[in-house]
């Protein structure tokens, strides 16, 4: 950069040669900057005018006008929203749903990794592995259809096995006390299995002398779990938790949507942000307020990450995301 | 420490023996329990898919069979445009997808991990942000339908997918493993950043790759939001999402037979198989990605250690 010398007067030296090393910064790297070029046009695309987008929240959209022809009308759609009288509810299910989802899943996933990590045979580990590993590789669509061959009222497998024990058919669709228990059950079901893997490969990166140690000490397999394997799972528990919390406001669309949909029956118990938002915009056309809950979604997701990493960030700032 | 180890050792060693045993006995009971769980359901579907519509009403769901049909898979395939359709997208756009997400989120994630790149942080940044906050499915799916004519066209199943800041921070993290020393000197040797990138750079990144384009194609075979939001043509739809509008109609077909329409259409409706169709419709739509699970299993658990998520 010192032997940039212009020739000619200059007006003001340091934000010439600023300029200057902008330009030629750009020039030296054009390759690198023409890789990130598709990228970018994607996020500013798809991500970044969707977020100018919010204004549709503050206008009675209409699809004809378009956005920017829509009028205004304020904090209206917020005012609808908040007369609806479901949003506390709404944001409770959506809350708590998560919550029983990352802590159950976790517990789930951790006991299974020590349980595998100290199975002997290799092949029954590969097999079994592979099997919990099957219910991550299809989409919910296709878990709707097992929920349905299986607790079905009519046909279930369920019910045809309470019926030859002699009791009686019990109609799982319609009775919505059931439905919390169940949902953590199938999405722990098809999540498990991945997650396990991961945490099995954490269990594989301790030192294995730390295990020998211990034993010729006479550590028995629970203090080995209990002393070695949960320390060094810590950090992996910490950070997956930490990932899953910034999207505790987000509920599982998938889920929720293709297991649930619109059945009344069981949605006082099971209705979630993101179903109400999609309700409001595919069945109502309700732009303005899907928006408005969209965004109070998006604002109450973005405070949750920034307050969670804002307090990693003072206790333990080696697990902070950023 | 030397000296206890042979004093301790039979009383140590039974112990140990004895608590591993225990240990090993609850891993295998829970891990087979849990296995099972996993795999039986799928068994259900494929078993009870062969058998006919009336067996199956008249039992239920089995895992033995009293009675074996290929009614339902002779019946899907006699009128099978639409499945051909549904096939057709779903193959085209998984394949074009998931290649081109993969070198998408790897060539990005090399840019940011460039050390001499001066703005890497900056746009690391601008990526990330994404992922902490959105504008929510309205303004998007207006931006997509309105402005950019999703309707009822190919790109609504492919955009939407294509580039992931995860997948991207997943690259990026594993390409800062791949020593620095190699770009530098075929930098030296006068190669351009897109030549290191594709001829030395990707070439090495094969773990990363695989497990790309497994996310990816996974993804995209799975996808039925996308479908649901833009498509209404039949022959545009995804795969997952025919099934879905497939399982649907049956159960409103049912919910209007159970209303009690009229009686001449009831029993002309009843006589279509339609619970083993959708078992049928469910083990021919998944089945492909099923029977790809052992070949890439391999690399799926390998992969997933990689770049273990952390920005």
Known sequence: MQDVISPRPILNPNERTAWQRFTRNLWQHKYLLLMLLPALAYVIIFSYLPMAGIVIAFKKFNYNQGILGSPWVGFKNFRFLMMSNKLAFLTRNTLLYNLAFITVEMAVEVVFAILINEITSKRFKRVFQSFMFLPYFISWVVVAAIVQAVLGYEYGMINGLIETLGGERINIYANKDIWPVLLVLFRVWKMAGYGSVVYLATITGIDPEMYEAASIDGANVWQRVRYITMPGLKPTMLIMFLLALGQVFRGDFGLFYQLIGNNAAILPKTDILDLFIYRALASTSDFGMSSAAGLYQSVLCFATVMIVNGVIRKVQPDYSLF | ?311
């Not at chain 2, 039992?59 to 096939?87: C, D, T």
């Not at chain 2, 460039?114 to 992922?131: A, E, Q």
Request: glycine share 6%; with cysteine; hydrophobic share 50%.
């Open chain 2, 1 to 311: 420490m030397n000296r206890t180890v042979p004093l301790a050792a039979p009383g140590v060693r039974r112990i140990r023996q004895n608590d591993r045993l225990a240990f090993n006995a609850i891993g295998y009971v829970l891990v087979t329990a849990f296995g099972l769980a996993c795999v039986l359901p799928f068994l259900l579907i494929l078993i009870n898919s062969f058998t006919s519509e009336s067996a199956l009403m008249h039992n239920g769901y089995q895992f033995i069979l009293k009675e074996v049909s290929l009614q339902a898979y002779s019946l899907a395939f006699k009128s099978p445009q639409r499945i051909f359709w549904a096939y057709r997208n779903t193959v085209c756009v998984t394949i074009l997808g998931a290649s081109i997400a993969v070198i998408l989120a790897s060539m990005t994630g090399y840019v940011l991990q460039r050390r001499d790149f001066p703005w890497r942080n900056g746009f690391s940044l601008f990526f990330f942000f994404t992922t902490l906050f959105s504008g929510g499915l309205v303004p998007w799916y207006i931006l997509c339908s309105k402005y950019l004519s999703f309707r009822n066209n190919y790109h609504a199943l492919l955009l939407p997918m294509l580039f992931s800041v995860w997948n991207m921070i997943i690259a990026k993290n594993f390409m800062k493993s791949i020593p620095y020393e190699i770009t530098e000197s075929a930098k030296v040797d006068g190669a351009n950043d897109i030549v290191i990138f594709f001829r030395l750079i990707l070439p090495l990144s094969t773990p990363l790759l695989a497990t790309l384009g497994l996310f990816s194609a996974l993804a995209y075979w799975n996808d039925w939001f996308n479908s649901m939001l833009f498509i209404t043509k039949e022959n545009k739809m995804s795969l997952q999402y025919f099934l879905q509008e497939m399982i649907n109609s049956i159960q409103a077909l049912k919910n209007l037979v159970s209303m009690g329409a009229g009686a001449a259409s009831l029993s002309g409706m009843v006589s279509l198989p339609q619970e083993t169709m959708k078992m049928a419709m469910t083990v021919i739509t998944t089945g492909p990605i099923i029977l790809l699970y052992p070949l890439v299993q391999r690399y799926f658990v390998k992969g997933l250690t990689i770049g273990a998520v952390k920005g």
